[in-house]
């Protein structure tokens, strides 16, 4: 028998069946199983659905469920700031404690300066940085998120939220992959596998950048404290950072509305395909197994590749700020010769120098600006304390109001990491979207930045 | 040093020119054999199609269709006739077998590629029949295949046509034309004609579509007046020509008396009585796979603050759906 | 996350044609005896008893040529050794989806000695389409009913017995959560795949009109590749114009099958045998 007759019988077989046989297929099944499952179950009382019911009703209702949403998002981010604040400032004690100890060691024992130099207000300093400003922040957030995720609750809140994306051309699970992306943005742009529509992928996968990941997250909430905050009342202060950062997610989540409809309107031109989204039932988050996972799975794991990029990151902005030319060094030249671009974006040259030291890992921005304004020798210790860093910051090297907020939307706003882009292009199979993340999101940021600027100035604000 | 660069330049012209596959030379060449293959393959549709309609296919219809000075067509009708795609007897073209092959693979080509644009890029319907005509030159007998294959071997296109079979069989377009309708009952509507695309622009903005229960109110040379049980829509004849219907099948008789599953109040229990032909491929295999099955009982049990989606529990699931989707799955309340 | 000791093949792996088949489909059979893989529905507790199983042992990945997740992990159950392959969440086999392709290819071309279809109790209708979808790839089926404590905090009691009577398969209740249940279930797995318990797999058959279509393809299917396990479902997947089904049929993948299997057995019995005697 050959393998062409058999595919032509059934080829006319299949033409000479009624044209519903395949809705009849799956029927039978269903049947079938509808049969078994009534032998097999007993309903003993009534009341089946009756708690899950009651909590879906309160979080997807028309009136309260979206704020439910925001409140519990509110609720998250301000636990992570407020906890964060309070371990940070240990941890930077102790960290920095070691370094001044392990100078001290070294110069002891002789080392030529450059070593010590080198690995301790290089190397180590950038480390030291890294893991007081990125570890507290993703202890906290990161199971509470896990929580949420295991409760079942994030179905509810792209059922809360399709409609949006049906505007604007997009699906309903977008929300999901965002949701992600709060974590990382290269899971979130993994987790657009979620959806079937290789066009709402893309968009997907394309605008997962402007939610704003937990490598950018301590960025906000530094800046958020030490600026915005900081005019308040001590007792406020955790709401109004907590608020501003909520309000940074927000413009994050316009941006991204904004983007898919730019995007499905021009290059994935098309309407919203099908949605189905299952809502299962809520479940009891396994707290062992959440912490576990936050923390081994997602905070290590990110800390992990922040350090990686953290060590050479620290090692070449010491080695820029030590090579001398004249009485001004290498990273200050630099750092001098962007600084017309950065002042028209309302930010300044070290803050574009550090981002182009950061393209690895957004995680380290914050402590590579620190250093450059630091230059090498003049501070040996990192400022603890929120007051030390709005000093440098603003008596030190001259910010503003504006260049702070300016900061917070191009952390919102700019490229993805390096490993988010090798995901996109692994995700995709073309270096065409790969590139057209990068232009898109830095190209949104320049032009957001360069517009509040002129605007504040104009205004006279700044 | 002027010498040295007005010679690179020469040398990147001519090789931007010549370099095979990739120079302008070799471009242009490709466009020039698309461009032909078109041409061929829409004269071959045109023969078909008058062919199939029981009429003769002349130069001169030829010229009509395709939009070409008659020079050009009588050359075009030359090179078909080598390659053996056409005869032409008398002032009459026809088909020879290895054209009718070709001419079968076209219009299977365009069928598909019109369902494939209804089902899984959900575009309008009034867009469709140009996309396709634009893409189905493109593709060679076994791209068609796994087309075929990924859209599950649909038989109509989106406007009722039957698509040809990879053995190159033709079913016949069934149904009449509305204006040949003569009694009252009701009938379904089984084909749309999409050309002329004017009278396809006025059927679809009457608000008719394919799959649909309608009823002739009354009748006069003027206008034919319809009705789909709520909303009355007016024809011209000529336009009304274009609209074939067929009496109406068992299962859509059931539909009579639902109701789309979106219009259901909030807890109100319902019956899935058929799913809406307008349905199909993936989107129809989701909905059964989640059990919405004909005889599955529904209801809508939860709602959010934009009214859409709305989750209804399906055998003992919540399963989101959106409002135009719920639209298609019809219910009669229990 | 890699477990995958640097242990070398073992002689009968390396030679062994379904190992082969295995470790081109992006699954390395080394150190492992067994081959079982995970299938369900998406929300059942899957992944809860694929962690339950394998603990930290697991290795995740993509799926060759796909952009679907893969997790495997290996257990160690009556001193055999066990590679667990979890399948992507799918509600059927039926649709052209990337997930669905992935589990339906693997139950299929990878043939597992054994497949664990895990339902959630409280919505066993919903879960048993799916069961009822894997029955007619593979007569290797054992069937996990998990979330059982959830069952009974809702009200509803779930008669196991009934369930292994109707189905012809083996169904264990399990609460993955808490570990209840679960050396039942790998019991009942390791019979299975011994031929101790042997399963007689429920068939639907759908209208008289499609039954008839069935039956006219089947003694073709098994008259071009004698032996074939489960001739019935290709048919059904013939006639729905399967694309996948029909490349395997035109390029005689779907005749390998049969001779792999057969050989497989034959090389299973000799361990067998072997490990009798010791």
Not at chain 1, 176 to 196: E, H, K, P, Q, S
Not at chain 1, 407 to 435: D, Q, R, V
Not at chain 3, 7 to 22: K, N, V, Y
């Amino acid at each position: 028998m050959e393998a062409n007759e058999i595919l032509a019988k059934a080829e006319s077989l299949r033409n000479d069946l009624s044209t519903g046989f395949r809705d009849e297929i799956v029927k039978s099944l269903y049947t079938e199983a509808e049969n078994i499952a009534k032998r097999a179950v007993k309903a003993a009382t009534d009341k089946k659905y009756d708690l899950d019911q009651k909590i879906d009703r309160l979080v997807t209702s028309p009136y309260t469920g979206l704020p439910i949403m925001l409140l519990l998002l509110s609720f998250v981010i301000w636990l992570t700031v407020s906890g964060a604040n309070v371990v940070s400032n240990g941890i930077a004690v102790v960290l920095f404690g070691i370094g001044d100890y392990g100078r001290a060691l070294f110069d002891q024992i002789g080392m030529p300066w450059w070593i010590t130099g080198f690995i301790w207000d290089g190397v180590y300093l950038s480390l030291a940085w890294v893991v007081s400003v990125m570890l507290p922040p993703m202890m906290i957030f990161f199971p509470a998120f896990t929580f949420l995720e295991d409760l079942g609750y994030l179905p509810r809140v792209a059922f809360n939220m399709d409609w949006l994306f049906k505007k604007t051309g997009a699906h309903g699970k977008q929300s999901l992959t965002m949701a992600m992306g709060f974590g990382c943005n290269a899971a979130g742009v993994i987790a657009t596998r979620v959806i079937d529509s290789p066009r709402e992928r893309l968009i997907a996968i394309l605008t997962n950048n402007f939610v704003p990941c937990n490598g950018r997250f301590p960025t906000l909430i530094m800046l958020a404290t030490v600026f915005v905050a900081a005019s308040f009342p001590p007792a406020l202060t955790s709401f109004i950072a907590a608020g501003t950062v909520v309000g940074v997610v927000l413009i994050g989540v316009l941006f991204t509305f904004l983007a898919s409809w730019i995007l499905s309107k021009t290059l994935l031109k098309g309407e919203a395909s099908a949605f189905t989204l299952e809502l299962p039932p809520y479940r009891r988050p396994n707290i062992s197994r959440i912490l576990y996972t936050s923390i081994i799975d997602r905070t290590i794991f990110v800390l992990w590749r922040a350090m990686q990029t953290a060590a050479p990151a620290g090692a070449i902005i010491w080695i820029l700020a030590n090579i001398h030319l004249g009485d001004s060094n290498l990273a200050r030249m630099i750092a001098d010769w962007l600084n017309p671009f950065g002042l028209l974006l309302g930010l300044d040259g070290v803050i574009l120098l550090a981002y182009i030291i950061a393209i690895p890992a957004n995680e380290i921005v914050v402590p590579t600006m620190m250093m450059v304004y630091m230059g090498a020798g003049m501070m040996i210790n990192g400022p603890s304390g929120n007051s030390a860093i709005f000093d440098l910051l603003v008596n030190g090297n001259g910010w503003t109001m504006l260049t702070a907020i300016n900061l917070m939307l191009f952390a919102l706003l700019h490229n993805p990491c390096a490993t988010t882009i090798l995901t996109i292009y692994k995700e995709t199979k073309s270096y065409k979207w790969a590139t057209l993340s990068v232009v898109m999101t830095l190209g949104t940021a320049f032009l957001v930045t360069f517009l509040t600027a002129s605007f504040a100035r104009l205004m006279g604000w700044a | 040093m002027n010498m040295t660069v007005w010679l690179a330049l020469t040398i990147v012209l001519i090789a931007a020119i010549f370099i095979p596959r990739m120079g302008f030379l070799a471009i242009y060449k490709t466009y020039r054999a698309t461009r032909e293959r078109e041409l061929v393959e829409d004269a071959l549709k045109h023969l078909l199609d008058r062919e199939q309609h029981g009429r003769q296919a002349s130069p001169e219809s030829l010229a009509g269709t395709l939009n070409l000075q008659r020079g050009r067509i009588t050359r075009l009708i030359e090179d078909m006739e080598t390659q053996g795609l056409l005869e032409s007897r008398g002032t009459n073209l026809h088909l020879t077998t290895q054209g009718e092959r070709w001419a079968l693979h076209v219009v299977r080509a365009h069928r598909l590629w019109e369902r494939y644009l209804t089902d899984e890029a959900r575009m309008p319907l009034g867009r469709i029949h140009g996309e396709s005509e634009r893409r189905e030159h493109s593709l060679t007998e076994a791209q068609l295949n796994d087309l075929d294959a990924a859209l599950g071997h649909p038989t109509r296109d989106p406007h009722g046509d039957p698509i040809p079979t990879r053995e190159g069989t033709l079913l016949k377009t069934e149904g009449m034309p509305l204006t040949a309708w003569q009694s009252e009952d009701p009938v379904r509507i089984v084909h749309l004609e999409d050309e002329p695309a004017l009278a396809f622009e006025q059927i679809l903005a009457a608000g008719l579509r394919l799959g649909q229960t309608i009823r002739i109110l009354d009748r006069n040379p003027q206008r034919i007046l319809l009705t789909d049980g709520e909303t009355e829509f007016r024809l011209a004849p000529a336009v009304a020509a274009n609209v074939s219907v067929a009496p109406l099948p068992e299962s859509e008789a059931a539909k009579a008396n639902a109701i789309p599953l979106a219009e259901l109040t909030y807890d109100q229990r319902a019956e899935i009585v058929v799913l809406d032909e307008a349905v199909q491929g993936f989107t129809r295999r989701r909905f059964l796979d989640l059990g919405l099955t004909p005889g599955t009982v529904v209801y809508p049990e939860l709602q959010n603050f934009f009214g859409d989606p709305r989750a209804y529990r399906v055998r003992g699931t919540l399963i989101a759906l959106r409002k135009d989707q719920a639209a298609q799955i019809w219910v009669k309340p229990v | 996350m890699t477990n995958t000791k640097t242990i070398l093949p073992t002689e009968h792996c390396e030679t062994c044609p379904a190992f082969t088949q295995l470790e081109q489909m992006g699954i390395k059979v080394g150190d492992f005896d067994r081959v079982v893989a995970l299938a369900g529905n998406p929300n059942t507790g899957k992944s809860t008893l694929f962690n339950t199983l394998t603990g930290l042992k697991q290795h995740t990945g993509n799926w060759p040529g796909k952009t679907v997740t893969r997790a495997e992990g290996g257990f160690e159950f009556n001193k055999m050794r066990y590679k667990l392959v979890d399948l992507p969440g799918t509600y059927s086999l039926l649709s052209a989806s990337q997930d669905e392709e992935v589990a339906r290819d693997f139950i299929l071309f990878g043939q597992p000695s054994c497949t664990i279809v895990v339902c959630d109790a409280t919505s066993l209708e919903r879960n048993l389409n799916l069961v009822l979808q894997v029955m007619e790839i593979t007569e290797h089926v054992v069937v996990a009913i998990n979330l059982m404590d959830e069952a009974k905090r809702k009200g509803l009691e779930v008669d196991a017995r009934s369930l292994s009577r109707d189905l012809g398969v083996p169904a264990i209740a399990i609460t993955a959560r808490t570990g209840d249940g679960i050396h039942t279930l790998l019991g009942a797995v390791a019979d299975v795949i011994e031929g101790n318990i042997v399963t007689k797999p429920l068939r639907v058959h759908g209208t008289p009109e499609f039954q008839k279509a069935v039956n006219e393809l089947v003694p073709m299917i098994e008259q071009m590749a004698p032996g074939i396990p489960n001739a019935r479902w290709l048919a059904i997947r013939l006639l729905d114009g399967d694309a996948r089904v029909q490349k395997a049929l035109s390029t005689g993948e779907l005749g390998d099958i049969v001779s792999r299997q057969q050989r497989a057995d034959v090389q299973f019995s000799a361990k067998m045998s072997v490990e009798g005697r010791q």
